[in-house]
């Protein structure tokens, strides 16, 4: 079982920046992937980043290429994105949420794969 919390949503203007975290409890932290997702009123849920349960390798939507960079701290039980340049779509709840790490890579950007998910944090971009 792993209970996930975000934090470090709020209103940012347009260029520029915000760090989320997500604290997850429980002791097997490092046995899931970790992924980061975002869901705006009436759009689906859209994948953002995932990092591998070791921190070694990331994935990333090609929309956040360059703008983000999801890291962990497995003795902290502690994941983060953080956003550059934010743009005003990239408004949106933002979630994490942890994907059983036996999966492989494969399914990182099907958030239906996902096992955990915390209960969001609003990031609003303003123009």
């Known amino acids: 079982q792993v209970q996930l919390v975000e934090s470090g949503g709020g209103l940012v203007q347009a260029g520029g920046s915000l760090r989320l975290s997500c604290a997850a409890s429980?002791?097997?932290?490092?046995?899931?992937?970790m992924g980061w997702f975002r869901q705006a009123p009436g759009k689906e849920r859209e994948f953002v980043a995932l990092?591998?349960?070791?921190?070694?390798?990331?994935f990333y939507a090609d929309s956040e290429k360059g703008r983000c960079t999801i890291s962990r701290d497995n003795a902290k039980n502690m994941v983060y994105l953080q956003m550059n340049s934010l743009k005003p779509e990239d408004t949106a709840a933002y979630y994490c949420a942890a994907l059983p790490r036996a999966l492989g890579s494969m399914y990182y950007s099907d958030y239906r794969r996902y096992s955990y998910w915390g209960q969001g944090t609003q990031v609003t971009v303003s123009s």
């Open positions: 429980g002791r097997t932290f490092s046995s899931y992937d």
């Open positions: 990092i591998r349960w070791s921190g070694g390798r990331t």
